[in-house]
């Protein structure tokens, strides 16, 4: 049972444009949700993140979107740069015994091209 | 500040021997945990510890892996026998005790079983 879904496995943006990557989520009882980036060769690096109680979180060129009525969670990016260019992860945060635990979707490999 | 420490980075093994990773959380970090992901799919969390004291390990195959954190900071994972579906990126990541600090991750240790 998938309860973190990254349905687009891919995603092509021109450099400059907005880049949108989606998340669903299934267990209503996730209160804090992360974007994780991940190069090759590398761990993944922490991007952003929002708590349950909110709808958005911007950071610089980076914003998270949570709607909570449709379990769906958004990250833009905008302007998009080569740089960006990586496997990002969304993650939902759940508690177990009072300790986090957090359960990752499939990933999206996003290409910025000039 | 030093990230998260991991080795080896890549280890190639016959299927039923043993293997051993370690890793050596950023200082201070009370919560410990260990992932394994297989390639296209996101992190999977095997083993969670709170100090040297494990919080969740519902999803390590207890018949092969084991792990352990001495003294509440250094920790090894082993699997032993190996199996082909093994072969995946085993990650560590270690966070501050604070309720929504995020996870900070190693840069992995790429198994092979062949």
């Known amino acids: 049972d998938q309860q973190v879904k990254q349905n687009s496995p891919s995603l092509s943006v021109q450099e400059g444009r907005i880049s949108i990557l989606n998340c669903d989520y299934t267990n209503s009882m996730f209160d804090y949700f992360l974007w994780y980036k991940k190069y090759p060769a590398e761990g993944p690096t922490f991007l952003i993140s929002i708590s349950s109680i909110k709808d958005k979180n911007e950071d610089g060129r980076f914003t998270v979107f949570l709607n909570k009525s449709a379990k769906h969670l958004s990250l833009h990016i905008v302007p998009s740069q080569p740089g960006d260019s990586a496997v990002y992860f969304c993650?939902?945060?759940?508690?177990?015994?009072?300790?986090?635990?957090?359960?990752f979707g499939q990933g999206t490999r996003l290409t910025i091209n000039p | 500040e030093a990230g998260v420490a991991q080795s080896p980075r890549y280890k190639i093994i016959e299927k039923r021997q043993s293997v051993a990773f370690w890793c050596n959380p950023i200082s201070g970090h009370a919560t410990l945990y260990w992932y394994q992901q297989i390639l296209g799919q996101g992190p999977k969390l095997l083993i969670q510890f709170q100090n040297n004291g494990v919080v969740d390990d519902s999803q390590l195959p207890k018949d092969r892996f084991s792990a352990e954190r001495l003294k509440g900071v250094d920790s090894t994972l082993k699997i032993q026998p190996a199996k082909l579906e093994d072969s995946a990126v085993y990650l560590c990541?270690?966070?501050?005790?604070?309720?929504?600090?995020?996870?900070?991750f190693g840069p992995g240790t790429r198994l092979t079983v062949l």
């Open positions: 993650a939902a945060s759940d508690r177990i015994q009072g300790a986090q635990k957090l359960v």
């Open positions: 990541a270690s966070r501050e005790g604070s309720a929504y600090n995020e996870q900070f």
